[in-house]
């Protein structure tokens, strides 16, 4: 039976870059994959991009409405052998019941799905995508990165400017020139004056 792994971690962990590293060995062996993401993340646009600097376009894009199963079969259908992996970037961005199709594809289908995303924003909350995956996946591996005090980092502290902001949507792509920085429990609370998942 096909398994749905989540592989997880803070900004900066090194998702991107073992998606793209895992679609390397499967396609290295002759077996073909197909590469998606959440159409909310507009970050590289069709691209997924890696800090060391490697990019790849993804195969299809799922936007919120949209059913990941049929977006899935319409890019798998395009060549004639079958998909041996679904990986997916930014996996945080899909709406619970995408995550339930996710599950689905590597159950009924036999084609394991390798999810990989955070766990929680800038103010500590669960993604839902993420919640849900927590909740189903067969897999979970946390892949670490560590805070600027050298212990590991768990959060995400949002940065606008030379400041730590604790306010605002969830997701902030496009507009203010924002960054993030994965931060350690002990640093997070630092920052955020004590206060966790703030609004």
Same mark, same amino acid.
């Given at each position: 039976?096909?398994?749905?792994?989540? /592989? =997880?971690?803070?900004? #900066?962990?090194? *998702?991107?870059? $073992? !998606?793209?590293?895992?679609?390397? #060995? =499967?396609?290295?062996?002759?077996?073909?994959?197909?590469?998606? *993401?959440?159409?909310? +993340?507009?970050?590289?646009? /069709?691209? %997924?991009?890696?800090?060391?600097?490697?990019?790849?376009?993804?195969?299809?894009?799922?936007?919120?409405?949209?059913?990941?199963?049929?977006?899935?079969?319409?890019?798998?259908?395009?060549?004639?052998?079958?998909?041996?992996? !679904?990986?997916? +970037?930014?996996?945080?961005?899909?709406?619970?019941?995408?995550?339930?199709? !996710?599950?689905?594809?590597?159950?009924?289908?036999?084609?394991?799905?390798?999810?990989?995303? %955070?766990?929680?924003?800038?103010?500590?909350?669960?993604?839902? $995508?993420?919640?849900?995956?927590?909740?189903?996946?067969?897999?979970?591996?946390?892949?670490?990165? %560590?805070?600027?005090?050298?212990?590991?980092?768990?959060? #995400?502290?949002?940065?606008?400017? +030379?400041?730590?902001?604790? +306010?605002?949507?969830?997701?902030? %792509?496009? $507009?203010?020139?924002?960054?993030?920085?994965? !931060?350690?429990?002990?640093?997070?609370?630092?920052?955020?004056?004590?206060?966790?998942?703030?609004?």
């Amino acid at each position: 039976m096909a398994k749905l792994y989540f /592989r =997880y971690g803070a900004m #900066n962990s090194g *998702k991107s870059t $073992g !998606l793209l590293q895992a679609a390397f #060995n =499967y396609e290295e062996r002759g077996q073909r994959v197909l590469l998606a *993401k959440p159409a909310t +993340d507009t970050k590289g646009e /069709r691209d %997924i991009v890696s800090r060391l600097g490697v990019t790849r376009r993804v195969d299809f894009l799922v936007g919120r409405e949209e059913s990941v199963t049929e977006v899935f079969e319409a890019a798998a259908a395009l060549a004639d052998e079958p998909v041996a992996c !679904l990986l997916v +970037d930014e996996a945080q961005f899909f709406t619970p019941a995408q995550v339930d199709e !996710l599950l689905r594809l590597a159950v009924e289908r036999g084609v394991p799905v390798l999810a990989y995303g %955070i766990r929680t924003d800038f103010l500590t909350h669960a993604f839902p $995508g993420s919640a849900r995956l927590l909740e189903l996946a067969h897999s979970l591996e946390e892949l670490k990165t %560590i805070c600027r005090c050298g212990r590991k980092a768990m959060f #995400n502290g949002r940065r606008i400017g +030379d400041g730590f902001v604790f +306010d605002g949507d969830q997701v902030a %792509i496009d $507009g203010e020139a924002v960054t993030y920085e994965s !931060l350690c429990a002990t640093c997070y609370l630092q920052e955020s004056g004590g206060r966790l998942g703030a609004s």
